[in-house]
């Protein structure tokens, strides 16, 4: 597809269990972001990916949550032993090249509700 | 009228008229600026954006005004149309930086 995609768009989990959230970015585009948004809330970010630098982690809440990014191209998001105030949507976003000025394109997010 | 507590603030307006959303950024470093428009049960969607040497950028039926000297950014829709109804984000990132620091959103109502 042309747009960003993510899967699922809705995950239900019981506290304690490990989810995996799936991104996968514009073709060609070499950064990806995730952020999380909170009911009625901003979005805060999380972490992103920069080519083939090391990932900027300076947002991850916690050691719960850990990102990979293989080839450069589709993203996973981990989040370990969930907890209810992980609840919240998902966003992942890409854009052309890192740094200021270009585009972030978002997915539609992936709805995690923790029981 | 605006309303702001526990709830995102809202902005009713009637259609046809103008609006303006406000947002007042924190970091005296951050050098480009994004409006964008979510849906609900949609990702942000990009309206406009304006580099920190501007003070004033128009786009088709938008205009971003950015005061550095107060750290305020606004988006005026012209002659706002029922599907401008969405919650307004302004995001802000500093130069050494990717990510995007975001504000904590505007519901614009459109009253048919």
């Known amino acids: 597809g042309a747009g960003v995609s993510q899967s699922p768009s809705n995950k239900v989990t019981e506290k304690g269990k490990d989810v995996e959230l799936r991104c996968d970015p514009i073709?060609?585009?070499?950064?990806l972001y995730w952020y999380r948004q909170s009911l009625g809330q901003g979005l805060e970010f999380l972490i992103y990916?920069?080519?083939?630098?090391?990932?900027?982690k300076s947002g991850l809440p916690s050691d719960r949550f850990s990102a990979e990014r293989t080839g450069g191209s589709v993203s996973t998001l981990t989040i370990q032993r969930t907890q209810q105030e992980d609840s919240a949507v998902y966003l992942c976003?890409?854009?052309?090249?890192?740094?200021?000025?270009?585009?972030?394109?978002f997915g539609p997010g992936t709805r995690l509700t923790v029981l | 009228g605006e309303s702001v507590g526990l709830h995102l603030p809202t902005l009713s307006v009637q259609e046809g008229d103008n609006s303006i959303i406000n947002c007042a950024y924190s970091?005296?470093?951050?050098?480009?600026f994004i409006w964008y428009k979510q849906e609900s049960g949609k990702g942000p969607q990009f309206i406009i954006d304006?580099?920190?040497?501007?003070d004033k950028r128009q786009g088709q039926r938008v205009t971003v005004l950015l005061n550095k000297t107060v750290k305020h950014l606004s988006l005026q829709i012209a002659a706002t149309q029922p599907g401008d109804s969405a919650v307004y984000f302004c995001?802000?990132?500093?130069?050494?930086?990717?990510?995007?620091?975001f504000g904590k959103g505007t519901k614009l109502s459109v009253k048919p």
């Open positions: 976003a890409s854009s052309l090249s890192p740094g200021t000025g270009d585009e972030q394109f």
């Open positions: 073709s060609g585009h070499t950064a």
């Open positions: 990916f920069q080519g083939n630098s090391a990932p900027d």
């Open positions: 970091n005296s470093a951050s050098d480009y």
């Open positions: 304006i580099r920190s040497n501007m």
């Open positions: 995001a802000e990132t500093p130069r050494s930086q990717g990510n995007l620091i």
